[in-house]
DNA sequence: CTGAAAGCGCTTACAG
DNA sequence: CTGAAAGCGCTTACAG
């Protein structure tokens, strides 16, 4: 008999205690016919990861080459002219080990890293899953790998930048935020770091993808205005509201009213749990009575903008009936609503792709001294809740 | 002047004109005065990232000191002791050079790696995010680094799962799935490499976290039969639909219907998109008549739930008044709908703390034979869509 | 208390 | 056409 089942506890029982949770139920796996499982191996020796890969020596050793002619053959290296019938052997001898290069090792041995880092805000966003997602098949087409920056923090104020720097990357490429974190991040080598941004840029010396947030946000507001809305409220989160440099978004809503010469109104939230937050102010904006009621919300993104929407419902307010509503960025969320949001859909696919050309455009082309910057506009989806 | 701004659209503009978007804007950035801008630096020489960072050597050299000290010192190295005085030069000389460790280089000559894998089903359920949001935060707490699979596929079916078996890990987490692609992705190393499931397992012969769903679907079940529900409809994925291993959540269904004495009935739907999958399927039954319409949807995650409650709606049913809905998970965006949603909580905290718990030990102790498995319960939460 | 040295798994000129 | 060798930036016994 090689292994016995065990049902250890360590602390967990504690833990679900701790939390108010009635008890862990173990499984009853007592079946003796378990024990001539064939899954089940001696594990022997070192559990090192390493020694649980084959390397580039195995493969050499089993096709009776050298380690170098592996590594040209592995890597179609145009450079060396191997015979064919040795290739041949290379790769039947590499796919019998199951052999899978260490990256590790490649990065270390060789003058590019060939990955990528990608800043986002956060990951509680759907918005920037969908930049993720495309972001990533981009650069895994080209080559490259990602490295996603640790962001997994629920609120932006914890997170450690720093980390990425752990990893060694060949580029970064950052959906920018309210502060720049790059010198906080890369210390002395962030202006050798190519460095694209995505988003918006707060400096004409650096290479990036621009959305016209303006242009987007004045066409939410004079489609608002079109339908014949004049008090216009905007939910934006706290660090957008405080922060001194301006927000193109912020910068349209100011102005469209100033023109409207009507009343800034500003409703706040705090960054995180932005759907909950949303919510919150929907139910606010709820009570209100209709007299002082603002007659649409103008939402600084879709994520927030859903919430309201609920919180607007629950409250027993029709939207578009009562109050308008619009978001920012065209997520699926938003367009799942039984009135589908309107918004400014936001190319990521195009703002990501374009990045990504100029950032490896920049690595490749290490003494590049111009910058690229680029606007891509974003379009209006009229919905149902104006 | 050591630079020049230049407007470049590489294929930009043909992307955006493919795309039917109007036209880009370039960014006026003729202003003089940015020419003086003190934040653009002459790059020389190699930009390898490699030659960006300070090395070992370096702060070795800097401190008078060898490398071998250097690394004692900086990783806290009980056996070797160092010198005060000599501790404190490595330290500031680090610190001035801003040094980073290469954690490539470190993984490499060490035994350990000092990572984790974490592979989850998708990035486009909210209750996917909150396990790595939760994981990883655990992770980074013990000491190693996360490395997401980079599952960042809108569709399952895509994903090349042996992506991660190139990036050195010490164990995998693994939110398990229809099938499991274990060997697929690590070849004849699976059975050597430390693997904890997580959400369910099919094998005695592994170590994992269960999540007792067949519990938590009979407790939504009886909640809905308790409120005088017969006619209910289960909402699950294609993949489940289909799949010939048994899941836990439908035989739950299977069995509160069969000793109900009423009639199965599965509305199944694509696994990807799947809150507009919902939509579709919510507008579906709000299109039958009452006569022949179930009275309940019992879906199978809150993500599809959501799109089913907009389609009811959208459809122009009252929810629960013409039909109650359910879901599964416990994700915060369900309980941000204007009426939150019923539902199963699963406590990610307590499953991947658990988990990773169990992982560790198995890394840390590589001659462990023995198999350790525990079963989390969920909470119901019953919310004003039954 | 500190250093010299081997080695992790690769890549890449450079020989032959 | 292929191999021997240096080297990437670290860790870790092993000396002294």
Redesign the pocket.
Same mark, same amino acid.
């Given at each position: 008999m090689c292994c016995y089942m065990n049902f250890k506890y360590i602390n967990y029982q504690l833990l679900l205690l701790a939390c108010g949770w009635l008890s862990a139920t173990p499984i009853d796996k007592t079946d003796p016919s378990c024990y001539d499982c064939a899954t089940l191996v001696h594990v022997r020796g070192s559990m090192s990861n390493?020694?649980l &890969?084959?390397?580039? =020596?195995d493969v050499?050793a089993k096709a009776?080459?050298?380690? +170098?002619?592996?590594? /040209?053959v592995?890597?179609g290296?145009p #450079? =060396?002219?191997? =015979?064919q019938?040795?290739?041949e052997r290379i790769r039947r001898a590499a796919d019998e080990l199951g052999? &899978?290069?260490?990256r590790? =090792?490649?990065s270390?041995? +060789? #003058? /590019?890293v060939r990955s990528i880092g990608l800043m986002i805000p956060t990951l509680n966003n759907p918005f920037f899953i969908s930049v993720a997602v495309v972001a990533q098949r981009r650069i895994l087409d080209l080559g490259y790998e990602m490295v996603l920056d640790p962001i997994f923090a629920q609120e932006w104020a914890v997170i450690d930048h720093r980390r990425l720097g752990y990893w060694p990357v060949d580029g970064i490429l950052m959906w920018t935020f309210t502060s720049q974190p790059t010198n906080e991040i890369f210390g002395a080598q962030a202006s050798r770091m190519p460095i694209v941004y995505l988003g918006l840029m707060n400096d004409a010396y650096c290479s990036g993808v621009q959305v016209d947030f303006y242009t987007g946000m004045t066409r939410v507001l004079n489609h608002l205005i079109q339908r014949g809305r004049r008090n216009l409220a905007f939910v934006v989160p706290e660090t957008v509201a405080n922060k001194p440099s301006s927000d193109r978004r912020r910068e349209a809503y100011f102005d469209a009213v100033k023109s409207l010469g009507g009343e800034i109104q500003i409703l706040r939230y705090a960054d995180d749990h932005e759907m909950a937050n949303g919510r919150r102010i929907g139910l606010e904006v709820g009570a209100l009575s209709a007299r002082v009621r603002p007659d649409a919300l103008v939402c600084y993104n879709d994520n927030v903008a859903i919430g309201v929407y609920h919180g607007l419902r629950a409250a027993g307010l029709s939207v578009p009936g009562d109050i308008s509503l619009t978001g920012f960025d065209g997520i699926e969320e938003g367009q799942c609503l039984d009135n589908p949001l309107t918004t400014a859909m936001v190319p990521a696919d195009l703002v990501c792709g374009a990045g990504i050309e100029m950032l490896i455009e920049r690595i490749e082309n290490p003494m590049l001294e111009q910058h690229t910057q680029i606007a891509i506009p974003t379009r209006l989806i009229v919905g149902a809740t104006t």
């Open positions: 390493n020694a &890969r084959p390397s580039l =020596a050499a009776s080459v050298s380690v +170098g002619t592996v590594s /040209h592995l890597n290296n #450079k =060396a002219r191997i =015979a019938a040795t290739q052999y &899978r290069p260490n590790f =090792a490649r270390l041995a +060789g #003058k /590019h």
